[in-house]
Protein backbone atom coordinates (compact mmCIF):
# COMPACT_ATOMS: atom_id res chain seq x y z
CA UNK A 1 0.00 0.00 0.00
CA UNK A 2 1.00 3.47 -1.08
CA UNK A 3 -0.04 6.71 0.19
CA UNK A 4 0.71 9.89 -1.83
CA UNK A 5 -0.77 13.27 -0.13
CA UNK A 6 -1.35 16.50 -2.28
CA UNK A 7 -2.40 19.84 -1.59
CA UNK A 8 -5.30 22.23 -3.45
CA UNK A 9 -6.30 25.13 -1.85
CA UNK A 10 -8.02 23.98 1.25
CA UNK A 11 -8.51 20.73 0.27
CA UNK A 12 -5.85 17.56 0.43
CA UNK A 13 -6.36 14.65 -1.70
CA UNK A 14 -4.66 11.82 -0.84
CA UNK A 15 -3.90 8.96 -3.24
CA UNK A 16 -3.61 5.14 -2.70
CA UNK A 17 -2.68 2.13 -4.04
CA UNK A 18 -2.67 -1.34 -3.27
CA UNK A 19 -4.51 -3.72 -0.61
CA UNK A 20 -6.50 -1.55 2.22
CA UNK A 21 -7.06 -4.19 4.97
CA UNK A 22 -6.56 -4.43 8.14
CA UNK A 23 -2.78 -4.08 8.51
CA UNK A 24 -2.80 -0.57 6.21
CA UNK A 25 -5.75 1.00 7.93
CA UNK A 26 -3.48 1.67 10.65
CA UNK A 27 -1.49 4.01 8.03
CA UNK A 28 -4.35 5.44 6.62
CA UNK A 29 -5.73 6.32 10.33
CA UNK A 30 -2.71 7.82 11.08
CA UNK A 31 -2.66 9.80 7.24
CA UNK A 32 -6.35 11.08 8.51
CA UNK A 33 -4.96 12.40 11.38
CA UNK A 34 -2.08 14.00 10.81
CA UNK A 35 -4.37 16.02 7.95
CA UNK A 36 -6.62 17.10 10.58
CA UNK A 37 -3.97 17.98 12.88
CA UNK A 38 -2.62 20.29 9.95
CA UNK A 39 -6.26 22.44 9.43
CA UNK A 40 -7.61 20.52 6.25
CA UNK A 41 -11.07 19.99 6.75
CA UNK A 42 -12.05 18.61 3.03
CA UNK A 43 -10.49 15.51 2.38
CA UNK A 44 -10.72 13.97 -1.01
CA UNK A 45 -9.58 10.43 -1.75
CA UNK A 46 -8.20 9.02 -4.83
CA UNK A 47 -9.26 5.20 -4.76
CA UNK A 48 -8.37 4.42 -8.26
CA UNK A 49 -5.58 2.43 -7.96
CA UNK A 50 -7.03 0.47 -4.20
CA UNK A 51 -7.15 -3.20 -5.65
CA UNK A 52 -8.89 -4.56 -2.53
CA UNK A 53 -10.70 -3.26 0.79
CA UNK A 54 -11.67 -4.56 3.85
CA UNK A 55 -14.28 -4.24 6.36
CA UNK A 56 -11.49 -2.58 8.69
CA UNK A 57 -10.40 0.24 5.88
CA UNK A 58 -14.30 0.71 5.29
CA UNK A 59 -14.41 1.75 9.41
CA UNK A 60 -11.65 3.62 9.30
CA UNK A 61 -13.30 5.51 6.47
CA UNK A 62 -16.61 5.62 8.42
CA UNK A 63 -14.83 7.41 11.20
CA UNK A 64 -13.61 10.02 9.56
CA UNK A 65 -16.08 10.78 7.63
CA UNK A 66 -18.43 11.36 10.63
CA UNK A 67 -15.54 13.35 12.03
CA UNK A 68 -15.13 15.42 8.83
CA UNK A 69 -18.83 16.03 9.30
CA UNK A 70 -19.01 17.12 13.33
CA UNK A 71 -16.21 19.80 12.27
CA UNK A 72 -18.33 21.29 9.36
CA UNK A 73 -15.76 19.82 6.76
CA UNK A 74 -16.32 16.69 4.68
CA UNK A 75 -13.99 13.77 3.41
CA UNK A 76 -15.06 11.82 -0.09
CA UNK A 77 -14.12 8.99 -2.28
CA UNK A 78 -13.47 10.98 -5.31
CA UNK A 79 -12.35 8.21 -7.67
CA UNK A 80 -12.78 4.39 -6.88
CA UNK A 81 -11.88 1.26 -9.00
CA UNK A 82 -14.27 -1.23 -9.41
CA UNK A 83 -13.32 -3.41 -6.81
CA UNK A 84 -14.16 -0.69 -4.56
CA UNK A 85 -16.89 0.32 -6.05
CA UNK A 86 -17.98 -2.47 -5.78
CA UNK A 87 -17.58 -3.87 -2.04
CA UNK A 88 -18.46 -0.07 -0.62
CA UNK A 89 -21.78 -1.13 -2.61
CA UNK A 90 -22.44 -4.19 -0.59
CA UNK A 91 -21.61 -2.59 3.04
CA UNK A 92 -23.92 0.28 1.66
CA UNK A 93 -21.21 3.24 2.15
CA UNK A 94 -21.35 3.86 -1.91
CA UNK A 95 -23.46 6.79 -2.09
CA UNK A 96 -22.64 8.15 1.62
CA UNK A 97 -18.79 8.17 0.66
CA UNK A 98 -18.52 8.66 -3.52
CA UNK A 99 -17.84 11.99 -4.54
CA UNK A 100 -21.12 13.97 -5.07
CA UNK A 101 -22.84 17.26 -5.00
CA UNK A 102 -23.37 17.47 -1.22
CA UNK A 103 -19.24 18.41 -0.32
CA UNK A 104 -19.34 21.11 -2.71
CA UNK A 105 -22.34 22.91 -0.84
CA UNK A 106 -20.47 21.87 2.32
CA UNK A 107 -17.52 23.71 1.69
CA UNK A 108 -19.44 26.81 0.37
CA UNK A 109 -21.20 27.26 2.91
CA UNK A 110 -17.45 26.87 5.54
CA UNK A 111 -16.20 29.84 3.76
CA UNK A 112 -19.10 32.14 3.54
CA UNK A 113 -18.18 34.36 6.38
CA UNK A 114 -18.74 38.17 6.38
CA UNK A 115 -16.11 40.68 7.53
CA UNK A 116 -12.44 39.55 6.53
CA UNK A 117 -9.66 41.23 8.14
CA UNK A 118 -6.13 41.17 6.32
CA UNK A 119 -2.47 40.41 7.77
CA UNK A 120 0.91 39.17 6.79
CA UNK A 121 0.84 36.47 9.67
CA UNK A 122 -2.74 35.14 9.76
CA UNK A 123 -5.59 34.92 7.54
CA UNK A 124 -8.76 36.19 9.50
CA UNK A 125 -12.74 35.77 8.90
CA UNK A 126 -15.22 37.32 11.30
CA UNK A 127 -18.91 37.36 12.09
CA UNK A 128 -20.97 39.54 14.30
CA UNK A 129 -22.77 38.12 17.57
CA UNK A 130 -25.38 40.15 19.60
CA UNK A 131 -23.50 41.09 22.23
CA UNK A 132 -22.91 44.61 23.27
CA UNK A 133 -20.59 46.60 25.74
CA UNK A 134 -19.38 44.12 28.46
CA UNK A 135 -18.24 45.59 31.94
CA UNK A 136 -14.98 44.82 33.09
CA UNK A 137 -14.30 44.77 36.91
CA UNK A 138 -11.39 43.59 39.24
CA UNK A 139 -10.78 42.48 42.73
CA UNK A 140 -7.70 42.21 44.30
CA UNK A 141 -4.07 43.07 43.52
CA UNK A 142 -1.59 40.73 41.72
CA UNK A 143 1.44 42.27 44.05
CA UNK A 144 -0.12 41.55 46.85
CA UNK A 145 -1.79 39.09 49.80
CA UNK A 146 -5.15 39.49 50.68
CA UNK A 147 -9.18 38.46 50.91
CA UNK A 148 -10.15 36.17 48.29
CA UNK A 149 -13.49 37.10 46.13
CA UNK A 150 -15.99 34.40 45.23
CA UNK A 151 -16.69 34.83 41.62
CA UNK A 152 -19.79 32.56 39.96
CA UNK A 153 -18.77 30.93 36.67
CA UNK A 154 -22.40 32.13 34.73
CA UNK A 155 -22.56 32.12 31.30
CA UNK A 156 -22.23 35.53 30.79
CA UNK A 157 -18.84 35.73 33.17
CA UNK A 158 -15.36 35.61 32.22
CA UNK A 159 -12.56 36.01 34.47
CA UNK A 160 -8.61 35.36 35.03
CA UNK A 161 -6.56 35.32 37.67
CA UNK A 162 -4.79 33.71 40.76
CA UNK A 163 -6.95 31.59 43.15
CA UNK A 164 -8.85 28.02 43.53
CA UNK A 165 -12.19 26.41 43.32
CA UNK A 166 -14.23 25.60 46.23
CA UNK A 167 -17.10 26.93 48.00
CA UNK A 168 -14.75 29.13 51.22
CA UNK A 169 -11.69 30.93 51.57
CA UNK A 170 -10.14 28.84 53.84
CA UNK A 171 -10.47 25.70 52.00
CA UNK A 172 -8.73 27.33 49.19
CA UNK A 173 -6.08 29.78 50.36
CA UNK A 174 -3.08 26.84 50.35
CA UNK A 175 -4.21 26.22 46.61
CA UNK A 176 -3.97 29.42 44.87
CA UNK A 177 -2.61 28.97 41.60
CA UNK A 178 -3.73 30.77 37.84
CA UNK A 179 -7.46 30.05 36.77
CA UNK A 180 -9.42 30.68 33.85
CA UNK A 181 -13.00 31.15 33.52
CA UNK A 182 -15.26 31.06 30.61
CA UNK A 183 -19.14 30.55 29.88
CA UNK A 184 -19.71 28.44 32.12
CA UNK A 185 -16.19 26.34 32.51
CA UNK A 186 -13.54 27.17 35.61
CA UNK A 187 -9.82 25.50 35.14
CA UNK A 188 -7.21 26.30 37.59
CA UNK A 189 -4.11 24.94 39.19
CA UNK A 190 -3.57 24.07 42.32
CA UNK A 191 -0.15 25.26 44.29
CA UNK A 192 -0.27 22.35 46.89
CA UNK A 193 2.27 20.30 44.53
CA UNK A 194 0.22 18.06 42.85
CA UNK A 195 0.90 20.17 39.36
CA UNK A 196 -2.64 18.35 37.98
CA UNK A 197 -5.17 20.98 36.87
CA UNK A 198 -9.00 21.13 38.52
CA UNK A 199 -11.73 22.18 36.38
CA UNK A 200 -15.75 22.23 37.19
CA UNK A 201 -18.71 22.92 34.39
CA UNK A 202 -22.10 24.08 34.78
CA UNK A 203 -24.50 22.39 35.07
CA UNK A 204 -28.25 22.47 35.61
CA UNK A 205 -28.43 23.70 39.61
CA UNK A 206 -24.49 23.95 39.82
CA UNK A 207 -22.44 26.96 39.30
CA UNK A 208 -18.73 26.94 39.53
CA UNK A 209 -17.27 28.99 42.13
CA UNK A 210 -13.76 30.56 42.02
CA UNK A 211 -12.35 32.37 45.41
CA UNK A 212 -9.58 34.45 43.51
CA UNK A 213 -7.19 36.27 45.12
CA UNK A 214 -6.84 38.23 42.37
CA UNK A 215 -8.55 39.04 39.28
CA UNK A 216 -10.25 40.24 36.20
CA UNK A 217 -13.65 39.91 35.72
CA UNK A 218 -15.81 40.58 32.20
CA UNK A 219 -19.59 40.38 32.35
CA UNK A 220 -21.50 40.39 28.88
CA UNK A 221 -21.74 38.61 25.71
CA UNK A 222 -18.77 38.57 23.08
CA UNK A 223 -19.79 41.14 19.81
CA UNK A 224 -18.03 39.33 17.32
CA UNK A 225 -16.48 35.82 16.53
CA UNK A 226 -12.77 36.11 14.95
CA UNK A 227 -11.30 33.10 13.01
CA UNK A 228 -7.77 32.61 12.33
CA UNK A 229 -5.08 30.45 10.79
CA UNK A 230 -1.33 31.30 10.20
CA UNK A 231 -0.61 31.76 6.77
CA UNK A 232 2.32 29.37 6.71
CA UNK A 233 2.24 25.89 8.12
CA UNK A 234 4.97 25.53 9.83
CA UNK A 235 4.62 29.13 11.19
CA UNK A 236 2.38 31.08 14.26
CA UNK A 237 0.59 33.79 14.76
CA UNK A 238 1.25 36.56 17.96
CA UNK A 239 -0.44 36.42 20.56
CA UNK A 240 -0.13 40.94 19.55
CA UNK A 241 -1.52 40.55 16.06
CA UNK A 242 -4.29 38.40 17.67
CA UNK A 243 -4.83 41.40 20.18
CA UNK A 244 -4.53 43.82 17.43
CA UNK A 245 -7.40 42.40 14.81
CA UNK A 246 -9.73 41.39 18.19
CA UNK A 247 -9.32 45.23 19.27
CA UNK A 248 -9.93 46.39 15.35
CA UNK A 249 -13.83 44.65 15.88
CA UNK A 250 -14.50 45.86 19.86
CA UNK A 251 -13.82 49.44 18.32
CA UNK A 252 -13.09 50.30 22.03
CA UNK A 253 -9.56 51.10 23.83
CA UNK A 254 -9.87 48.11 26.32
CA UNK A 255 -11.37 44.48 24.78
CA UNK A 256 -11.68 41.29 26.51
CA UNK A 257 -10.82 37.83 24.55
CA UNK A 258 -11.45 34.36 24.69
CA UNK A 259 -9.63 31.84 22.30
CA UNK A 260 -9.98 28.45 21.36
CA UNK A 261 -6.98 27.79 19.57
CA UNK A 262 -4.57 25.58 18.42
CA UNK A 263 -1.05 25.93 19.99
CA UNK A 264 2.10 27.14 18.00
CA UNK A 265 4.13 27.91 20.88
CA UNK A 266 3.59 29.36 24.23
CA UNK A 267 5.82 31.36 26.32
CA UNK A 268 4.68 31.27 29.98
CA UNK A 269 4.96 30.59 33.59
CA UNK A 270 2.91 29.16 36.68
CA UNK A 271 3.00 29.22 40.66
CA UNK A 272 4.02 26.73 42.47
CA UNK A 273 2.65 28.37 45.86
CA UNK A 274 -0.30 30.90 46.48
CA UNK A 275 0.83 34.45 46.23
CA UNK A 276 1.12 34.92 50.06
CA UNK A 277 4.65 32.71 49.98
CA UNK A 278 5.80 34.35 46.93
CA UNK A 279 9.41 36.55 47.02
CA UNK A 280 9.96 38.26 44.16
CA UNK A 281 14.22 38.28 45.30
CA UNK A 282 16.66 35.91 42.92
CA UNK A 283 16.60 33.02 43.71
CA UNK A 284 14.13 32.96 45.75
CA UNK A 285 11.54 33.62 42.88
CA UNK A 286 12.51 30.01 42.10
CA UNK A 287 10.96 28.62 44.65
CA UNK A 288 7.42 29.89 43.29
CA UNK A 289 7.30 30.95 40.31
CA UNK A 290 8.30 28.17 36.85
CA UNK A 291 9.36 29.64 34.00
CA UNK A 292 10.54 27.87 31.18
CA UNK A 293 12.39 30.70 28.53
CA UNK A 294 11.56 28.56 25.13
CA UNK A 295 8.14 27.89 23.75
CA UNK A 296 6.15 25.32 25.24
CA UNK A 297 3.04 23.13 24.40
CA UNK A 298 3.45 22.84 20.28
CA UNK A 299 0.39 21.04 18.62
CA UNK A 300 -1.69 21.04 22.02
CA UNK A 301 -4.77 23.01 21.80
CA UNK A 302 -5.85 25.94 24.44
CA UNK A 303 -9.14 28.07 26.17
CA UNK A 304 -6.91 31.59 26.28
CA UNK A 305 -9.17 34.28 28.42
CA UNK A 306 -7.65 37.76 28.98
CA UNK A 307 -8.04 41.80 28.69
CA UNK A 308 -6.21 44.22 26.82
CA UNK A 309 -6.16 48.06 26.57
CA UNK A 310 -4.37 50.49 24.80
CA UNK A 311 -5.68 53.28 27.27
CA UNK A 312 -5.87 51.45 30.85
CA UNK A 313 -7.60 53.69 33.61
CA UNK A 314 -6.15 53.33 36.84
CA UNK A 315 -7.87 50.46 38.05
CA UNK A 316 -7.24 48.11 35.19
CA UNK A 317 -3.44 49.32 34.95
CA UNK A 318 -2.21 47.28 38.10
CA UNK A 319 -3.44 44.13 36.36
CA UNK A 320 -1.98 44.54 32.98
CA UNK A 321 1.96 44.48 31.47
CA UNK A 322 3.14 45.97 27.89
CA UNK A 323 2.59 43.16 25.36
CA UNK A 324 3.59 44.99 22.07
CA UNK A 325 2.18 46.73 19.39
CA UNK A 326 1.32 50.12 21.65
CA UNK A 327 -1.34 47.30 24.24
CA UNK A 328 -0.90 46.13 27.96
CA UNK A 329 -2.51 42.79 28.46
CA UNK A 330 -3.29 40.18 31.16
CA UNK A 331 -3.83 36.73 29.78
CA UNK A 332 -4.29 33.20 31.02
CA UNK A 333 -4.27 29.80 29.09
CA UNK A 334 -5.87 26.41 29.86
CA UNK A 335 -3.74 24.00 27.92
CA UNK A 336 -5.35 20.77 27.08
CA UNK A 337 -5.18 17.43 24.45
CA UNK A 338 -5.65 18.39 20.64
CA UNK A 339 -8.91 19.16 19.41
CA UNK A 340 -10.13 21.03 16.28
CA UNK A 341 -12.41 23.54 16.14
CA UNK A 342 -15.38 22.54 13.95
CA UNK A 343 -16.13 25.77 11.16
CA UNK A 344 -19.23 27.70 11.12
CA UNK A 345 -20.48 29.81 14.09
CA UNK A 346 -19.83 28.09 17.25
CA UNK A 347 -21.21 28.62 20.92
CA UNK A 348 -18.42 29.16 23.57
CA UNK A 349 -19.79 27.21 26.19
CA UNK A 350 -20.06 23.99 23.93
CA UNK A 351 -16.20 24.86 23.33
CA UNK A 352 -15.23 25.13 26.98
CA UNK A 353 -17.28 22.21 27.97
CA UNK A 354 -15.62 20.14 25.33
CA UNK A 355 -12.05 21.10 25.89
CA UNK A 356 -12.76 20.46 29.72
CA UNK A 357 -12.68 16.72 30.04
CA UNK A 358 -10.90 14.02 31.89
CA UNK A 359 -7.41 13.70 31.24
CA UNK A 360 -7.88 16.59 28.36
CA UNK A 361 -6.68 18.90 30.57
CA UNK A 362 -2.72 19.40 31.30
CA UNK A 363 -1.69 22.83 32.44
CA UNK A 364 -3.12 26.67 33.37
CA UNK A 365 -0.60 29.36 32.81
CA UNK A 366 -0.01 32.98 33.09
CA UNK A 367 1.26 33.74 29.43
CA UNK A 368 4.44 36.38 29.08
CA UNK A 369 6.25 38.82 26.77
CA UNK A 370 10.17 37.80 26.85
CA UNK A 371 11.37 40.83 25.64
CA UNK A 372 15.28 40.08 26.86
CA UNK A 373 17.70 41.10 24.43
CA UNK A 374 19.28 37.94 22.38
CA UNK A 375 18.05 35.25 24.47
CA UNK A 376 14.28 36.81 24.75
CA UNK A 377 11.86 33.96 23.85
CA UNK A 378 9.33 36.87 22.70
CA UNK A 379 5.51 36.08 22.72
CA UNK A 380 3.14 33.20 22.69
CA UNK A 381 2.11 32.00 19.29
CA UNK A 382 -0.84 29.93 17.83
CA UNK A 383 -1.36 28.06 14.75
CA UNK A 384 -5.25 28.38 14.00
CA UNK A 385 -8.21 28.88 16.36
CA UNK A 386 -11.63 31.32 17.31
CA UNK A 387 -11.69 34.19 19.26
CA UNK A 388 -14.86 35.55 21.34
CA UNK A 389 -14.72 39.47 21.01
CA UNK A 390 -15.79 41.70 24.42
CA UNK A 391 -15.96 45.67 23.71
CA UNK A 392 -15.41 46.70 27.18
CA UNK A 393 -17.87 49.87 28.18
CA UNK A 394 -16.10 53.58 28.35
CA UNK A 395 -14.34 53.57 31.70
CA UNK A 396 -11.99 50.13 30.92
CA UNK A 397 -12.85 48.97 35.10
CA UNK A 398 -14.67 49.28 37.70
Given at each position: ?143 MDG ?220 LLRDDR ?26
Open positions: MEIVKEKAGGVVLLRLSGRLDNHWSVPLDEALHEVEREGARHVRLDFSGVTYLSSAGASILMKHHRDAAALQGSLQIADASERVRGTLRQMGFLELLLSGSSGAAMQRRTLSIPLPLESERATYESRMLDGKASICSVAGRPEPSTPISVYRDVVALGVGALGASEEECRSLGGEFVAAAGGAAFMPTDGTATPDYMLSTVGLVPKVQALYAITIKGMPSHQLRFEATAPDAGVPLTDIVRACASLAGTPSVGIVMAAEIAGLICARRRRPPAAQSFDFPAVREWLSFVPEREYARFSSIVAGVASSSPNQTLQPFLRPIGDGYQGHFHAVVTAFRSLPRGKLPLADIVSASLQPRSVLSVVHPIEGAGESEFQRGACWVYPIAEGGAA
